[in-house]
């Protein structure tokens, strides 16, 4: 569904307030968060319409964001993305954000660290570059706050993935206009197959390309696709990937 107009959500919005007078006022960070499990379950209910259904989750974001509670503010993102299709990584991260301004409670910030680095998965699978950069930034930072060194390496080790992700995406856009004048360009090729097989998963897209890139790569590629049907060839293609990857200085293809 589309996001409906701000006018409607904010009139949507004063009528919810005031229906949850109490849970709103309320002081009591439980109160709060059992009213956030409140809108989310009656979200889903099919009398509520597109305009109610996006503020009860909207509010529920919001709620839960106020007694820092990482799962809870992510589950309501992850349900108002769904619905209203919109972008889970950019409204979650900025409510990792929002729970973590000014937290003292270091466990928090560690579930936030560990849920920034999560989230990189969730951008990069929207091809979100610039969110799956941002997620690196933020989880090693609360990472370093909360003395985690262990989350500190492990974001650093994807955020080099992110690295080669933003090299091997850019590679492919000039390729694509390579090869529009030239399809069989085995340079091209090679660039658009591994940003589709190895970037984003899309084997059976990439693997067309790659195979036409020439070398190891394209042989094996080549032999990939020439062996979808044969279980036994099939397993001799997983052993020539494994050899190759162990091989390959791209961060993508490891």
Same mark, same amino acid.
């Given at each position: 569904?589309?996001?409906?107009?701000?006018?409607?959500?904010?009139?949507?919005?004063?009528?919810?307030?005031?229906?949850?007078?109490?849970?709103?006022?309320?002081?009591?960070?439980?109160?709060?968060?059992?009213?956030?499990?409140?809108?989310?379950?009656?979200?889903?209910?099919?009398?509520? !319409?597109?305009?109610?259904?996006?503020?009860?989750?909207?509010?529920?974001?919001?709620?839960?964001?106020?007694?820092? !509670?990482?799962?809870?503010?992510?589950?309501?993102?992850?349900?108002?993305?769904?619905?209203?299709?919109?972008?889970?990584?950019?409204?979650?991260?900025?409510?990792?954000?929002?729970?973590?301004?000014?937290?003292?409670?270091?466990?928090?910030?560690?579930?936030?660290?560990?849920?920034?680095?999560?989230?990189?998965?969730?951008?990069?699978?929207?091809?979100?570059?610039?969110?799956?950069?941002?997620?690196?930034?933020?989880?090693?930072?609360?990472?370093?706050?909360?003395?985690?060194?262990?989350?500190?390496?492990?974001?650093?080790?994807?955020?080099?993935?992110? !690295?080669?992700?933003?090299?091997?995406?850019?590679?492919?856009?000039?390729?694509?206009?390579?090869?529009?004048?030239?399809?069989?360009?085995?340079?091209?090729?090679?660039?658009?197959?591994?940003?589709?097989?190895?970037?984003?998963?899309?084997? !059976?897209?990439?693997?067309?390309?790659?195979?036409?890139?020439?070398?190891?790569?394209?042989?094996?590629?080549?032999?990939?696709?020439?062996?979808?049907?044969?279980?036994?060839?099939?397993?001799?293609?997983?052993?020539?990937?494994?050899?190759?990857?162990?091989?390959?200085?791209?961060?993508?293809?490891?």
């Amino acid at each position: 569904a589309a996001i409906p107009d701000p006018a409607a959500r904010a009139n949507a919005g004063t009528e919810l307030k005031k229906e949850h007078r109490t849970g709103y006022e309320s002081k009591d960070p439980e109160v709060r968060r059992t009213l956030a499990r409140t809108l989310l379950e009656r979200a889903n209910a099919a009398e509520v !319409d597109a305009v109610h259904r996006y503020v009860h989750l909207d509010q529920a974001v919001a709620l839960a964001e106020g007694v820092r !509670d990482v799962r809870l503010a992510l589950e309501a993102v992850d349900r108002l993305s769904i619905a209203f299709q919109g972008e889970a990584a950019p409204r979650g991260l900025l409510a990792l954000e929002n729970v973590t301004r000014g937290a003292k409670d270091m466990s928090v910030v560690a579930e936030a660290a560990t849920a920034c680095v999560e989230m990189v998965g969730v951008a990069l699978s929207a091809d979100d570059a610039g969110s799956a950069v941002r997620a690196v930034t933020m989880a090693k930072t609360l990472a370093k706050t909360a003395k985690l060194s262990g989350l500190v390496a492990r974001a650093t080790e994807v955020g080099t993935f992110v !690295d080669a992700y933003r090299k091997s995406s850019g590679a492919a856009v000039a390729a694509r206009k390579v090869l529009e004048a030239t399809p069989d360009d085995p340079g091209a090729n090679e660039a658009v197959g591994r940003f589709l097989a190895f970037g984003r998963g899309r084997w !059976d897209e990439g693997l067309p390309h790659l195979g036409k890139a020439g070398g190891a790569l394209g042989a094996l590629a080549a032999k990939a696709v020439a062996s979808a049907e044969d279980a036994t060839a099939r397993q001799a293609v997983a052993d020539g990937w494994w050899d190759l990857g162990q091989k390959e200085k791209d961060g993508l293809a490891r």
